[in-house]
């Protein structure tokens, strides 16, 4: 039996980034699991350890559980059960929904807990120069993050999109809404009630401050280069 790594980055995206953005395992050359890559950061300035507690190690959790629940009810899925797929309501459908609720779901969270544990600090950092020649000023990015994380119902996310070889602030209001095909998420503040209520209550933008507060810039700038070379 041969088992080896596997990245979900090599998968789909082999020449642009060394970057791991997902683990799971291949035996035998079919497709096994999904595993946690991010750790939980624990208690940081403002968010607190229990926030994070389940916010990573049940939520984060779940998606990847979910998405290895769903790739595997798929396989089992009979030529007879296929056939029954419909737009209106069938289990398939159901299981594709779900798919890509999970998948993003599992991908942004990853990359959420992977850029925290930070200074809030970009100085020196390359994505901060671009940033800057993009947005101007660092407090007009500042201003516009915050407003897509305001004006979002789930995620604000910087991102470096393919298709204009840009960074973007793309506003999502599900894990499965609003991402763009192409955009590799690079900053992701996660703007779901679960994220901030127990430190924030409906304080949203105190959260988002706290969020920039605790950004590990240096990570975000690896997660940039690799996206963009
Ligand atoms: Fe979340």
């Not at 790594?5 to 020449?15: D, G, M, R, V």
Request: with cysteine; net charge negative; aromatic share 12%.
């Amino acid at each position: 039996m041969v088992i080896r790594e596997f990245t979900i980055k090599t998968l789909i995206c082999q020449s642009v980034s060394p970057v791991v953005l997902s683990k799971s395992l291949i035996i035998n050359d079919t497709l096994m699991a999904y595993e946690m890559t991010s750790p939980n950061p624990g208690e940081l300035a403002g968010i607190s350890a229990k926030t994070n507690e389940i916010h990573h190690d049940k939520l984060y959790a779940g998606y990847v559980t979910k998405r290895n629940e769903i790739t595997e009810k798929q396989k089992s899925f009979t030529d007879e059960q296929l056939s029954a797929a419909n737009q209106i309501f069938s289990e398939w459908r159901g299981l594709k929904e779900g798919e890509t609720f999970a998948t993003n779901g599992m991908i942004l969270h990853e990359v959420f807990f992977d850029i925290l544990g930070g200074d809030g600090n970009p100085d020196g950092t390359t994505i901060k120069d671009v940033i800057m020649n993009q947005w101007g000023t660092w407090e007009r990015f500042v201003g516009e993050f915050t407003a897509t994380a305001m004006g979002a119902r789930g995620w604000a996310i910087l991102a470096f999109d393919r298709s204009d070889n840009a960074l973007h602030i793309y506003a999502a209001d599900s894990q499965n809404h609003g991402g763009v095909w192409g955009a590799t998420p690079v900053l992701p503040c996660d703007v779901y009630e679960h994220g901030y209520f127990i430190d924030f209550g409906s304080d949203r933008k105190g959260y988002i401050a706290a969020f920039l507060k605790n950004v590990n810039w240096a990570r975000v700038e690896e997660r940039f280069t690799a996206a963009s070379r």
